[in-house]
């Protein structure tokens, strides 16, 4: 299956876990090195969870999988997060 | 609208529908009334959730039609022929009826009102939705941005706020909105139907300097439009782009 969708679409679910907007935060990829904007990554939802994908290399940065009461959050593909701010 | 307001955790809330109205054969707007909606940006989204009796739920993402700056929020919903809740808002939904959804949402596809830079809007089917937003909002503001729409649709009876787009084509100053048909076009047009190409998309232009662009369609439909884009010399980290699909996905 590869109908990704984009990090849009992520918002909603991390806005339910954190205070910030993560379709705006630029994020870096483990793997490759490449940093991009979160909104621009590549995700698949119709998996369990959410997977996030590296644009360039294809390699997960994020899973998100949510139950009744609970969320796993996996970001060890992420080396960093650069997250905007109200000043 | 502050850009960098401070947010909180986002929780579920409920609206109550003021009224639907339908935009073309399979989709219709729901006009939901927010008491304290804290205004959105143009771009942003909103998560519906419903909830069965057995407790078995469905959320999706439906982008924001309406302009900020009211209490009564506009979602426009495309029935999808096997969604699970598209049918649901573009069928059943009265008004009356309560709506779970949270949100506004996203901030990294929206359009700032106080940018005063050339923007490309390119649309595939419903993704018009939050481009709509967009061009509203410039109107509402005195925001005299050159805007320029491409809206693919498969036949003209499909092409959702036709009759407002051509009211604002006429009356918005430096809006232009051009049509491209991919399955059948209105009788006498000058072109078959096909589908877009970068033509259409730069009018024939070179690359314009400073100009924003912003992509929402079928994930397809994205990628062709920013390769396309790309090759006629857009700057990649111009081009903002927001897919949909059958899932998760704004829709």
Redesign the interface.
Same mark, same amino acid.
């Given at each position: 299956m590869n109908a990704h969708l984009d990090g849009n679409v992520l918002a909603g679910a991390l806005r339910e876990l954190f205070t910030v907007d993560i379709t705006t935060a630029t994020g870096q990829c483990v793997s490759c090195g490449t940093a991009g904007a979160m909104g621009e990554a590549r995700v698949y939802a119709d998996a369990p969870g959410m997977v996030v994908r590296c644009p360039p290399v294809t390699r997960v940065v994020l899973r998100l999988v949510r139950a009744p009461g609970r969320a796993w959050l996996d970001m060890s593909g992420l080396s960093y997060l650069e997250l905007q701010l109200p000043t | 609208m502050?850009r960098?307001?401070?947010?909180? &955790?986002?929780?579920w809330q409920v609206g109550t529908v003021a009224g639907v109205r339908d935009e073309t054969p399979t989709a219709r707007t729901i006009m939901l009334d927010v008491p304290d909606w804290p205004g959105h940006q143009a771009g942003q989204?909103v998560?519906v959730r419903l909830t069965a009796e057995d407790g078995y739920s469905a959320q999706r993402?439906y982008s924001i039609a309406s302009a900020p700056g009211s209490s009564v929020l506009e979602l426009t919903v495309q029935r999808l022929p096997d969604g699970e809740v598209s049918p649901y808002l573009a069928e059943v939904l009265a008004p009356g009826d309560p709506l779970e959804f &949270?949100?506004p949402?996203?901030?990294?596809?929206v359009w700032n009102p106080e940018s005063t830079g050339p923007v490309l809007l390119v649309a595939g089917g419903s993704g018009v939705v939050p481009l709509m937003a967009m061009i509203r909002t410039r109107a509402m503001s005195g925001n005299r941005a050159p805007f320029r729409l491409v809206y693919s649709v498969r036949a003209p009876d499909t092409a959702l706020f036709a009759g407002e787009l051509a009211n604002r084509a006429r009356a918005d100053a430096g809006l232009d909105v051009t049509y491209v048909y991919t399955r059948s076009t209105p009788p006498g047009w000058p072109e078959p139907a096909g589908r877009i190409n970068a033509d259409i998309l730069t009018a024939g232009q070179r690359a314009q300097p400073g100009l924003s662009v912003f992509v929402c369609g079928p994930?397809g439909f994205v990628e062709a439009t920013a390769d396309l884009l790309v090759d006629a010399g857009q700057e990649p980290r111009t081009i903002?782009?927001?897919?949909?699909?059958p899932?998760?996905?704004?829709q």
């Open positions: - | 502050a960098a307001a401070v947010l909180g &955790r986002l929780t989204h998560d993402s &949270r949100g949402i996203g901030g990294w596809f994930t903002k782009t927001e897919r949909f699909g899932t998760g996905g704004q």
